[in-house]
């Protein structure tokens, strides 16, 4: 039986933020971590566990510190000698973003390497979440490994959230995204997909096929498309929602991953999706008006209540 608790599984790096001149602002941020790190926020007092694999560096020791100090813990998550995180740096023009990563041997990679650890941290949670980027970073032994202890707490009564976050330079091929991705949805109670990803991956003209598509195997769909309304597929209906517009955003990072995270909370707490959709894009529209990926509980929270 699921219990009360929220899991997400993935990599959380180093982030390195621009500024003016050469001085660079260090902090911790991750497509799957950004979720969580909202949907804690928005989710009262749920456990929430972040299910990763850590370094012993200092930098591994100052991330985990750092989600200690926020309420989130890492549960049974391995912690690897001599293994550290990844990194990687945002570059701003404008509002929007570009990246450069430093991530081929970061600690996150073998986070199913101990499959009774990864099994206990899914146990007895409300929510499991996980994206794209989890699958890419991890070979196909352990991919197997992963999607075997997802279905698990799917089977014991957690409800599965993916996120299929489709990023090209991590996958050997296309056709290799395309399987893991396919094999995911298949343990997937909500989907929340991008329509620009979808359409680069899977060749959808206009978001209604994603949403059709995807509906064909998961109850459940919500496909961001930035300022252009959501779409939702549920109950064998398509339902748009308007965006909200932001006039002047400072830094889209982690828009659309706070997006999910306050979706997920709003659905947890009952809401229906019309109305978690509606509270989601309220998130989304005050992160972008905050530097770096990770706003200020407050801010999320405020948004949220509307």
Avoid at 171 to 177: G, H, I, L, Q, Y
Avoid at 249 to 266: H, K, R
Wanted: net charge negative.
């Amino acid at each position: 039986m699921a219990g009360n608790g929220i899991a997400s599984i993935g990599e959380c790096m180093l982030e390195l933020s621009g500024q003016t001149g050469p001085n660079w602002r260090m902090g911790f941020a991750g497509d799957t971590f950004n979720t969580l790190w909202a949907l804690h926020a928005l989710s009262g007092d749920r456990p929430a566990t972040y299910v990763s694999a850590f370094g012993d560096d200092p930098f591994s020791q100052g991330q985990i510190g750092f989600f200690a100090e926020n309420g989130i813990g890492i549960g049974s998550s391995p912690v690897i000698a001599g293994a550290r995180p990844g990194l990687y740096a945002i570059t701003l023009t404008g509002a929007e973003r570009a990246f450069t990563y430093w991530r081929s041997d970061a600690a996150a990679r073998q986070l199913a390497s101990d499959s009774p650890a990864l099994l206990k941290n899914l146990e007895n949670q409300a929510l499991v979440y996980f994206s794209g980027i989890t699958l890419a970073i991890l070979d196909d032994t352990a991919r197997k490994t992963l999607l075997s202890a997802v279905a698990k707490a799917r089977a014991a009564g957690s409800t599965v959230a993916f996120d299929p976050n489709y990023r090209p330079r991590l996958w050997r091929s296309r056709e290799d995204a395309q399987a893991a991705i396919v094999e995911a949805l298949a343990v997937t109670d909500i989907a929340l997909p991008t329509f620009p990803d979808e359409q680069m991956l899977f060749g959808d003209e206009v978001p209604q096929a994603t949403a059709e598509r995807l509906g064909k195997v998961v109850k459940e769909v919500v496909v961001k498309n930035g300022e252009e309304p959501a779409l939702i597929a549920a109950g064998g209906a398509l339902q748009p929602v308007p965006a909200q517009h932001v006039a002047a955003p400072v830094d889209t990072t982690g828009a659309g991953d706070s997006f999910n995270g306050a979706y997920l909370a709003a659905r947890l707490a009952g809401h229906a999706p019309v109305q978690a959709v509606q509270s989601a894009h309220r998130v989304a529209a005050a992160v972008v008006q905050v530097r770096g990926a990770l706003a200020p509980f407050e801010t999320l929270r405020r948004a949220f209540a509307g």
